[in-house]
Every structure is written in structure tokens, then in C-alpha cells.
Nanobody
Framework: QVQLVESGGGSVQAGGSLRLSCVAS????????MGWFRQAPGKEREGVAH???????RYADSVKGRFTISKDNAKNALYLQMNSLKPEDTALYYC??????????????????????WGQGTQVTVSS
């Protein structure tokens, strides 16, 4: 099995920044997509950002221009730099792995159902 552990969440004021980290403590296949998802109380889990094996990234429209996803293959680590945070960014953030790219351009999927491996989540709270 693949084990993922997130860290870096916390409480900040609107306009602040946080950097989330995700470390794979077990084997992950190099060609897999990885991504960040978030879930607020009473809402569905949504895709935030995703990255493929060639470091090509995709973002939800709501975070584009504010968040940056990156990875360090040598460390088996995934990161999410979050700037200009808004109260609506408040959620439990999850690291996910194990998806395969789709289509002729080999893009990573944004649906949570395509990712079989998940971390336990790290809380991000943004106050106005």
C-alpha cells in the first residue's frame, strides 16, 4: 500500500500564506499523478491542484494565480504553496496519489474518484 502524510496546515488571516507538504512513506509509481483536494464541512471534496510525472500542473479556477503545486521526486514529497488566502479556502486539505493521465495530452484528472491513495488531511483555516 501507499502511505501519504500531510503537514503545514494552520490558521491565518485573509491575505496570508501557507505551504502544505505531503510525504509518501511507502512506494509511489513515478508515472502517477498527484494532487491536492479540499473539503469544507457540509460540502463535497473538490480538486485544487494536480501535477504529473513531467511536472505539468493543473489548477481549479478558484485558486489559479494564488496556489502553486510542486514536487521533489528525490524526497517523495509534494507541496502546495498557498498565497493570498481567502476565507473560502478554509477546508481540510488532502494529498492524493495514484491517478493515471488522461487523453492525448496526458493530463491529470481532477476527480477525487480517480485517486486511490490518500493522506489523513491537514486543516487550513482562514479568518476574515
Amino acid at each position: 500500500q501507499v502511505q501519504l502524510v500531510e503537514s503545514g496546515g494552520g490558521s491565518v488571516q485573509a491575505g496570508g500564506s501557507l505551504r502544505l507538504s505531503c510525504v509518501a512513506s511507502r512506494f509511489t509509481y513515478a508515472s502517477w499523478c498527484m494532487g491536492w483536494f479540499r473539503q469544507a464541512p457540509g460540502k463535497e471534496r473538490e480538486g485544487v491542484a494536480h501535477i504529473d510525472s513531467d511536472d505539468r500542473s493543473r489548477y481549479a479556477d478558484s485558486v489559479k494565480g494564488r496556489f502553486t503545486i510542486s514536487k521533489d521526486n528525490a524526497k517523495n514529497a509534494l507541496y502546495l504553496q498557498m498565497n493570498s488566502l481567502k476565507p473560502e479556502d478554509t477546508a481540510l486539505y488532502y494529498c492524493a496519489s495514484g491517478a493515471e493521465t488522461l487523453g492525448v495530452e496526458f493530463v491529470c484528472p481532477q476527480s477525487a474518484t480517480m485517486y486511490p491513495y490518500w493522506g489523513q488531511g491537514t486543516q487550513v483555516t482562514v479568518s476574515s
